[in-house]
């Protein structure tokens, strides 16, 4: 195994209210006390972050925005910014899901502007990335990857990777049962990490994590986090239930 901290997230979308938000992290809490030498991490909907985060307070899971906002405030109506995550409790935020950029208008553009900001507020990204499955059957997945990166991360600098997780999400692959095999996840990882070298050398490609997300579940996360490139998991749907996030995080590392 790499010395890369293995970082299992939960994304949960636009489920829970705040009282059930508020049951599993309780729940949760409690089931992965054993944990130590990973990070976990939960994102729960904007209205549940406060709550949540005191909640946790103390505890070794910590709390994620799922979107964030690229000014610090101003009239920008439903938006949030960076340092109100960071005040809500938050140490991370995803940007750029593909959710976000289908249906949003999220581009790499806005993900950098994102990024940036969140970075300056002390928070760190998870920046998400994946290729469509048209993109994949028409052999262009490392173009669409490398133009994200790029683009993406555009203005980063090598210290500033510190605060940059990659989540590597195939669209196609995201809440449709479909995972990729874990050679399709680890050929995409190595892709990543060689354009990370490219950009920033191989001290920063050695350090930054590359999670995969899509279709992550209790019975395919111990091949998953066996591959040398996968450092850990953005998990959907089977974070919102405590049984199967836990057994998530407690990946068995095989042999
Ligand atoms: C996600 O929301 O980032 C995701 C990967 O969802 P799922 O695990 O449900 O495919």
């Not at 993900?111 to 990204?125: D, H, Q, R």
């Amino acid at each position: 195994m790499s010395s890369r901290t293995p970082l299992i997230a939960g994304n949960w979308k636009m489920y829970k209210t705040v009282p059930e938000a508020l049951e599993t992290a309780e729940q949760l809490k409690e089931a992965v006390i054993d944990i130590s030498g990973r990070e976990i991490v939960i994102s729960p909907p904007y209205v549940c972050l406060f709550p949540v985060a005191v909640a946790l307070k103390g505890s070794n899971i910590v709390v994620a925005g799922q979107n964030v906002f690229w000014e610090d405030e101003g009239a920008y109506t439903g938006e949030v910014s960076p340092g109100m995550l960071k005040s809500a409790g938050c140490a991370y935020t995803i940007i750029g899901h593909s959710e976000r950029r289908q249906y949003f208008g999220e581009t790499n553009e806005t993900v950098n502007k994102k990024i940036k900001m969140s970075i300056a507020a002390g928070l760190t990204c998870i920046v998400c990335i994946g290729e469509l499955l048209e993109e994949r059957e028409t052999g262009r997945t490392f173009a669409v990857l490398e133009t994200q990166l790029s683009e993406g991360l555009d203005g980063i600098s090598a210290p500033q990777m510190a605060a940059v997780v990659i989540a590597y999400e195939p669209v196609w692959a995201i809440g449709t049962g479909k995972t990729a095999t874990t050679a399709q996840a680890e050929e995409a990882h190595r892709f990543i990490r060689s354009r990370i070298e490219h950009a920033y050398g191989s001290e920063v490609s050695g350090t930054t994590r590359i999670l995969y997300g899509g279709s992550v579940k209790p019975d395919n996360i111990d091949q998953l986090m066996a591959e040398e490139d996968v450092d850990g998991v953005l998990v959907g749907g089977a974070s919102l239930k405590v049984e199967s996030f836990s057994r998530i995080v407690h990946f068995v590392v095989l042999g």
